[in-house]
């Protein structure tokens, strides 16, 4: 059974630090591109970062580049999200997603190019 856990999310002042974890089972995760999205309250889920199968391709929405940092650990089956200079309007609901998929272009930017989401891990920014 595939499945993606995600954690390290919580409350952080602005300027703070967070790193969040997706753990992922059923499945070897370095043969996946893996995403991160996030959703705010009354918004569309959002692409933030994604990494290539090998890990040595990345991608970053404009609002996070050179403040995130997307890695994976294929030993642990596991990818990273490193938040740094947190910001109020980067509060919302943090999704990993895994894509069976070679990423062409811009798709690995939208949801429909992935297969598998987690649940979600709450990141909240007070300012």
């Known amino acids: 059974q595939v499945q993606l856990v995600e954690s390290g999310g919580g409350l952080v002042q602005a300027g703070g630090s967070l790193r969040l974890s997706c753990a992922a089972s059923?499945?070897?995760?370095?043969?996946?591109?893996m995403g991160w999205f996030r959703q705010a309250p009354g918004k569309e889920r959002e692409f933030v970062a994604r990494?290539?199968?090998?890990?040595?391709?990345?991608d970053y929405t404009d609002s996070v580049k050179g403040r995130f940092t997307i890695s994976r650990d294929s030993a642990k089956n596991t990818v990273y999200l490193l938040m740094n200079s947190l910001k109020p309007e980067d509060t919302a609901v943090y999704y990993c997603?895994?894509?069976?998929?070679?990423?062409?272009?811009?798709?690995?930017?939208?949801?429909?190019?992935?297969?598998?989401w987690g649940q979600g891990t709450q990141v909240t920014v007070s300012s």
């Open positions: 997603a895994a894509a069976n998929s070679v990423g062409v272009g811009a798709a690995p930017r939208f949801t429909t190019f992935y297969d598998y």
């Open positions: 059923g499945f070897t995760s370095s043969t996946y591109a």
């Open positions: 990494i290539s199968r090998g890990g040595s391709r990345t």
